[in-house]
Structure formats: C-alpha cells, structure tokens
C-alpha cells in the first residue's frame, strides 16, 4: 500500500502525505469509509496520525497508545510518541525528511479549518508547500468500504423540544450574530437539532449527513436512502429540504452576497473552501454546543430511566460474575460479551456507548485498554478487575466504571482504590457558585491522590450526550483550561483514577448533573447529582482512610441505589444486591 502511495506521490509531485483518524465531521469514532489511517499504517487505535513521506513513514499517538501502536506498526512506520517534551510536531519532522519547496498533500475533508491553517503557517517555516486539492489514498484504495447508508429514526418523542422549536431558537441566535447563513458539519449537532438518530458511527447514534441554516429555511444533505416516508413527511412539516450529501460544496458555492457562520474548530476545510468568495464568512463557534449541552427534563427523565436499565444490566453481570469466577474459564473478552448480553436484555437498548475497558491486573494500568485475542487474559480469584463500559439506550446515554476485587487485595491495592474513592466522592459532594469552571474543580478528585504524591494524566469528567456521543462538549472537568462554565441541565462522568504500570489500575466513575441548589445573598449556587446506579466495592475499603462524612456518602449512595433497583430485580438479584449495599459502619 505505501508503495503504492509513493508511486502516485512521485507522479503527483507530492513528497509526504499526512493521514487523520477522522472522517469529514470531525467525529471521535469513524465509519469504515474513512479509516484511512488504520488502512495505511495497520494501527488500528483510535487516536493518530500518519505521514509518510517519500523515504520514511511516521506515526503519531498519545500514551494511551504507545504499546499497541508498537505492536502494530509495520517495520517501515517509526512511532513518534506525543506528549513528551522532545518529541516533533509534524511540520518539525517533515522539515527534515525534505527539501525547502517540496509539495505536503492533505485531504481538505479531513481537516478543520484551524486545523489545516495551523498545519499551513507550521509547514511554511521550513518553506514547504501544502497541497489540499487532492485525494491520493483514494485513487489507490482498491474496495474501499461505502459511505454508510443505515436508516434514520425519529426522535421527537424522546427529545423535550420539537425541532422546529429548536430551529426558531437558533435562528434567534443567529440573528444576534449576525449571520444569514450557518453551516454544521458535526454530526450530532445536525441529529440533535432535527431531532434524529441513526446508526452510521460505531457507538454514536448518528447519521452522515450535513445541514445548512438560514433565517428561512433548513437544508438537510443526507442519501435520500436513508430517509423514510414518515420522517420525509416530518422534514416536509418542518420546513427541512433533503438534498443529496455530496452536493452540500455546489450549495455552498451558489450562496450570494451573505454573512456566513462556521466553526473553524470543527467545520472542515473543504467547505470552507467552497462558500462563494462573494459572501462574508464568520468564524463563530457552533450556536448548538451550549444549549445540546444543557439537558432538559425529558432528556434528564430519560438519563434516569436509562442508569436504571444499566444498574440492572450491571447487576446481572457482577452476579454472574462472582458464581463464574470460581470456575475459571472467565476472560476479559468473555466478560466483556457478558456484559453486552446483560444489557442487550434491557428495553430500548442500542448498542454500547464505546468499546468496553474489560481490564484485569496490570492490563487495568493502560487506561484505554482494549481487550483482543491476543491480549486476553484469565481473571483469577485475585487483584482488581477494572470495568469501563457504557449503553446507548433510546432514554439515554450511560458510562460507568467499577473497579472491583476478585480475591485478597495488598495493602497498597486497597489504599489507591480507598483514594480514588475519597476524590470521587468529594467532587460529588462539591457545592459551587455559577460561573465556575469544571477546572476549578478538578482538584477536588485529585487531591488525596496529590497528598500521596501520585495523580492520574486523563480528565476528570467529560459531558455525555442523550443518546449522542458519550464524549460531548463544551463542558469538562480537568487539569487543563476550559473557560465554559458548568450551568444547570449539564451532564458530566465523576472518574478519578490511579495507573501503576505493569500492576493494577483504579479508576471509579459515575455520571453526575448539574442542578440548582439555593439563591443566597451570594449569588446562585449550584451542586451535583448521580444519576448512575451501582454500589462501589466495599471489600476493596480501606476504612480507616474515609471520614465518618465520606462514610454517609457511600450509606446514602448505596441506600439508593438499592431503593431504585431493588423493584425491578428478580428476588435472588435483589439479595445480592442488598449485600452489596451494605451499611458500612
């Protein structure tokens, strides 16, 4: 295959291509069609880049994919780990591996606007050209995969807003921008805005598809294929024209004399290359990011009902656990499509929300661990068991993780898990005035952890979409800077964790929500509440490390979440459950 690709480069006058992991959406996980960085490099994580270049090959990726990218790579390929405080930036790499005046090609689709002028103005100190109208990967990808045609579905019912309200509300905020014109790219802006869901995305509940907005009518681009009779008829109702998705750059070029929106940060380069050069771009950031964020009671009734299908999933799956362990033939792959199967039997289930973490032992230590058939390991009646893993039920969407013992745990094993747990319940506890940032929490979670001088190198929290993308912006609670502020209706994970490489990993996480506590002569204060539903491990406690308060905690969170499942258990589930919600003292 690069072989292949230098053969074309060389024809094209091309010296280096460089490769995303992403489709023209800008999306965390891609469909088949556009997984062109695993189909050139054989590495199949889900975040990196690939270059490669006339004489050499390059990958880029952060550490949670430092292992398997070396296990991965072909020999041509050199891993380049990012993070490190010597490793290149691309431009910097490519400024050895070539002359002044050689020719770098990009896929425009691939890219957003900020993403490919950044790559241009870094290319351009080492005097390189960047080259964006040309499509090398797919003149030499013999079969490749389609485009993904699955049929949407209707989510009105489910929404708490119609979507012709939602329209009329951004078309408001468009007026106060300032533009006639916005153009969306990402897609589940454009299946929240029109109130659809599809199923062309692994995980996300997602079509492929782009919309165009102005002050009077709604453009959907979308395979006509997709689109039933009934849900034709809703577009037809709501004033939302369907037109095919490869025609959304001729649209683009035929607008006239307009202020046009897009979000640099996500739109991708080549339609911003298409918008007819007589009309005024704005870069603006994306008018449906805050109020996607903000959950309303529908979608908070539904995040309800969907933690309690996941309590009863995880139940069955911990229980059935626990009676198999003994037996010995449990796998962390066979675990993982056990828990599939638990939640699969639930009402309105989908599919996960992501590929489930199923991490024993030292493999709980890699924090984006991914089972395979290679990697698969026993679980013994020993050390932790560390369980990341999540649902898209048509409620809501859930990720939760627990972190669990299978047998005698170290002392060491059970002071990490005890810190975790003390930051975890500290943030769920945290009570906060509006206008703070998830930054400005962040520590909370980490501070026992700080006190023992260890942390944890991912973010605390990430937003969680209803029945979206399990990573949903623009929300966050982490180390790094975030200036959005955490606001009233915004869901969020709770994960604090701790990663001895080559030994165990702790990580404990709950979905929490925003909401409003009391007005003082202060100002608005707002606080936390758990939505997820399942009890933490009592047997990895050490007790003498929690506080008579984190103690009432961990009482009152068990207390209800065995009040909350215990009516929907078969009798034996509710007994083991009761055992696990145990009053500790």
Request: hydrophobic share 40%.
């Amino acid at each position: 295959m690069i072989t292949l690709l230098r053969k074309l480069m060389q024809k094209n006058g091309i010296s280096a291509v460089i490769v995303p992991s992403t489709d023209p959406h800008g999306s965390e996980y891609v469909a088949e069609h556009w997984q062109a960085r695993q189909w050139i490099s054989g590495f199949t994580g889900s975040a990196g880049t690939a270059v490669i270049a006339s004489k050499s090959a390059a990958l880029w990726t952060d550490s949670r994919y430092f292992l398997q990218a070396e296990q991965q790579l072909p020999a041509d390929f050199t891993l380049i780990k990012e993070g490190l405080p010597d490793t290149p930036t691309i431009a910097e790499w490519l400024g050895l591996q070539l002359k002044a005046g050689e020719k770098v090609s990009v896929d425009a689709q691939l890219f957003s606007v900020n993403e490919l002028q950044n790559i241009e103005n870094q290319l351009d100190k080492f005097s390189l050209k960047l080259i964006t109208n040309e499509n090398l990967i797919s003149e030499i990808w013999q079969n490749r995969p389609e485009i993904p045609c699955g049929k949407i579905i209707l989510f009105e019912k489910y929404a708490g807003i119609s979507a012709q309200k939602k329209l009329e509300n951004l078309r408001i905020e468009m007026q106060k921008m300032g533009v006639d014109t916005f153009i969306f790219t990402a897609l589940d802006e454009i299946a929240w805005l029109f109130n659809i869901r599809g199923n062309d995305v692994e995980y996300n509940p997602v079509t492929v598809c782009y919309a165009v907005v102005d002050l009077q009518n709604a453009f959907l681009f979308i395979d006509n294929q997709k689109v039933s009779k009934n849900i034709k008829d809703f577009f037809v109702k709501n004033n939302i024209e369907i037109l095919l998705y490869e025609n959304i750059f001729d649209f683009v070029k035929k607008l006239e004399n307009q202020t046009v929106g897009l979000d640099f940060n996500k739109a991708n380069y080549a339609v911003f290359q298409a918008i007819n050069i007589n009309c005024k771009v704005k870069n603006i950031p994306s008018p449906l990011i805050l109020p996607k964020s903000l959950k309303n009671k529908t979608e908070l009734a539904g995040f309800r009902r969907a933690m309690k299908k996941d309590g009863v999933a995880l139940v069955k799956f911990f229980r059935w656990l626990e009676n198999e362990l003994p037996k010995g033939y449990v796998t962390e792959l066979y675990a993982s499509e056990m828990l599939h199967s638990f939640r699969a039997e639930q009402k309105d289930f989908v599919c996960e929300s992501f590929e489930t973490i199923s991490a024993y032992g030292a493999h709980g230590a890699i924090v984006h661990y991914e089972p395979t058939a290679e990697s698969d390991v026993l679980l013994k009646q020993e050390g932790l068991f560390l369980l990341d893993s999540g649902g898209q039920y048509l409620d809501g969407t859930t990720d939760i993780t627990r972190t669990v013992a299978l047998g005698k745990l170290s002392k060491q094993e059970k002071t990490d898990f005890t810190l975790v747990l003390k930051g975890h319940i500290a943030l769920a506890q945290a009570k906060f005035p509006e206008n703070t940032r998830g930054t400005q929490l962040d520590v909370l979670a980490r501070q026992f952890l700080w006190q023992n001088s260890a942390n944890f190198g991912h973010g605390t929290g990430h937003g969680v979409g209803h029945f979206l993308c399990v990573h949903e912006g623009p929300q966050s609670i982490r180390m790094n800077e975030n200036p959005t502020t955490l606001r009233a209706g915004m869901v969020v994970s709770n994960e604090p964790g701790i990663y001895r490489a080559g030994k165990w990993g702790v990580r404990c996480e709950n979905l929490l929500v925003v909401k409003q506590l009391r007005s003082t002569e202060f100002g608005n204060f707002l606080a936390f509440e758990t939505l997820s539903l399942f009890p933490f491990d009592t047997k990895a406690i050490e007790r003498s490390l929690l506080t008579e308060k984190e103690i009432a905690w961990l009482n009152a969170y068990h207390s209800k979440v065995y009040k909350l499942l215990s009516p929907i258990l078969s009798k034996t589930e509710k007994s083991w459950l009761k055992k696990k919600c145990k009053t500790i003292f």
